[in-house]
């Protein structure tokens, strides 16, 4: 019997491998580094996009540019109300080089230190328009917030017109001489007006210097006004003029010789009195009777800058009005 012998199998013997086999393709190569860029620029528009406001969102930002890109340090530098650049953020610390790279009009970034331009300058592309963006969508909502608080002081303006007016008026109707009563009327309005236009965010000023407005305003008076009242209070100059008006004028109608205002300010309170030597509150009528524009709205206006106005009886007779932050006299 035959019996068929194997034969063994025939070895292969590859050939070496060449740079060429063993090397990624530089296609390959851009195609990872695009991919690391567009992942950088993925997180830039998310942070930026989802961030609750500008100032958060670009910190962070800062930081992926930095830890990604290979820079020692960035900056972010924005325009501001003066026209100015300022610093508004960074992130790192080093020396090197300095690179300005610009966001638009109003922002700038600048690195310190060498990094790829590719990767930085992809997402920087990514970030300018999302940046003006929110910008613009910050600027609405602050308007739109002016706007709110505007309609706000306007309702309010309309039910104490209202409310004060109506005494004057009637009065004025059934006066044999209508002159004085229409005068408390129109001063009132001028009153309110005043106290409107000058808004939540208007410009303040020592309270000596707008008591110094307000007795002008009055005119010609006999009693006698002393005050240290140099401290500045965060209330804007129209809307602390009105309150002062109103209860010096009280004070006149009480009868007072004497009124002595006190202003001051600390770290964590501030405080305005008016002192007079006049009926007092026990006469009720006789000192409310003042042409101002009510003690009503002078607490409403209080109020809107976190203030609390109340009046209090004096030892020595007469009245005490302070105007403070936050508690009560």
């Given at each position: 019997?035959?019996?068929?012998?194997?034969?063994?199998?025939?070895?292969?013997?590859?050939?070496?491998?060449?740079?060429?086999?063993?090397?990624?393709?530089?296609?390959?190569?851009?195609?990872?580094?695009?991919?690391?860029?567009a992942s950088l620029e993925a997180e830039v528009a998310f942070e930026l996009?989802?961030?609750?406001?500008?100032?958060?969102g670009m910190q962070r930002v800062l930081s992926l540019l930095r830890r990604?890109?290979?820079?020692?340090?960035?900056?972010?530098?924005?325009?501001?109300?003066?026209?100015?650049?300022?610093?508004?953020?960074?992130?790192?610390?080093?020396?090197?080089?300095?690179?300005?790279?610009?966001?638009?009009?109003?922002?700038?970034?600048?690195?310190?230190?060498?990094?790829?331009?590719?990767?930085?300058?992809?997402?920087?592309?990514?970030?300018?328009?999302?940046?003006?963006?929110?910008?613009?969508?910050?600027?609405?909502?602050?308007?739109?917030?002016?706007?709110?608080?505007?309609?706000?002081?306007?309702?309010?303006?309309?039910?104490?017109?209202?409310?004060?007016?109506?005494?004057?008026?009637?009065?004025?109707?059934?006066?044999?001489?209508?002159?004085?009563?229409?005068?408390?009327?129109?001063?009132?309005?001028?009153?309110?007006?005043?106290?409107?236009?000058?808004?939540?965010?208007?410009?303040?000023?020592?309270?000596?210097?707008?008591?110094?407005?307000?007795?002008?305003?009055?005119?010609?008076?006999?009693?006698?006004?002393?005050?240290?009242?140099?401290?500045?209070?965060?209330?804007?100059?129209?809307?602390?003029?009105?309150?002062?008006?109103?209860?010096?004028?009280?004070?006149?109608?009480?009868?007072?010789?004497?009124?002595?205002?006190?202003?001051?300010?600390?770290?964590?309170?501030?405080?305005?009195?008016?002192?007079?030597?006049?009926?007092?509150?026990?006469?009720?009528?006789?000192?409310?009777?003042?042409?101002?524009?009510?003690?009503?709205?002078?607490?409403?206006?209080?109020?809107?800058?976190?203030?609390?106005?109340?009046?209090?009886?004096?030892?020595?007779?007469?009245?005490?009005?302070?105007?403070?932050?936050?508690?009560?006299?």
């Open positions: 019997m035959t019996i068929p012998l194997k034969r063994p199998m025939p070895m292969i013997l590859a050939a070496p491998l060449s740079e060429e086999d063993v090397c990624v393709e530089p296609l390959q190569l851009a195609q990872i580094s695009d991919s690391a860029s996009a989802t961030a609750a406001e500008v100032e958060s990604r890109s290979g820079a020692t340090r960035v900056e972010w530098w924005a325009r501001r109300a003066d026209e100015q650049f300022r610093l508004c953020g960074s992130d790192g610390v080093g020396l090197g080089a300095h690179r300005l790279v610009s966001l638009g009009p109003e922002d700038k970034l600048v690195l310190v230190g060498d990094c790829p331009d590719s990767t930085f300058a992809a997402a920087v592309a990514v970030a300018a328009p999302i940046l003006r963006r929110r910008r613009v969508e910050e600027r609405l909502t602050d308007a739109a917030v002016a706007l709110a608080r505007r309609n706000e002081i306007l309702e309010e303006f309309a039910a104490v017109v209202a409310h004060e007016l109506k005494a004057p008026l009637h009065q004025a109707l059934v006066a044999d001489d209508p002159s004085r009563p229409v005068e408390v009327a129109l001063d009132l309005v001028d009153s309110l007006l005043e106290s409107t236009r000058c808004g939540v965010d208007g410009p303040n000023d020592c309270a000596a210097s707008c008591l110094e407005q307000v007795l002008k305003d009055l005119g010609p008076i006999t009693v006698v006004i002393t005050a240290e009242a140099t401290a500045r209070l965060p209330l804007p100059a129209a809307s602390l003029r009105v309150i002062l008006r109103n209860l010096l004028r009280n004070a006149l109608a009480a009868d007072s010789q004497h009124v002595h205002v006190t202003a001051v300010e600390s770290a964590e309170s501030w405080r305005l009195v008016v002192d007079d030597d006049g009926v007092g509150l026990s006469t009720g009528g006789a000192y409310l009777s003042g042409s101002g524009l009510g003690l009503s709205l002078c607490r409403r206006i209080a109020a809107r800058y976190g203030g609390v106005l109340e009046l209090t009886p004096r030892a020595k007779g007469g009245t005490r009005a302070t105007l403070q932050s936050g508690v009560s006299a």
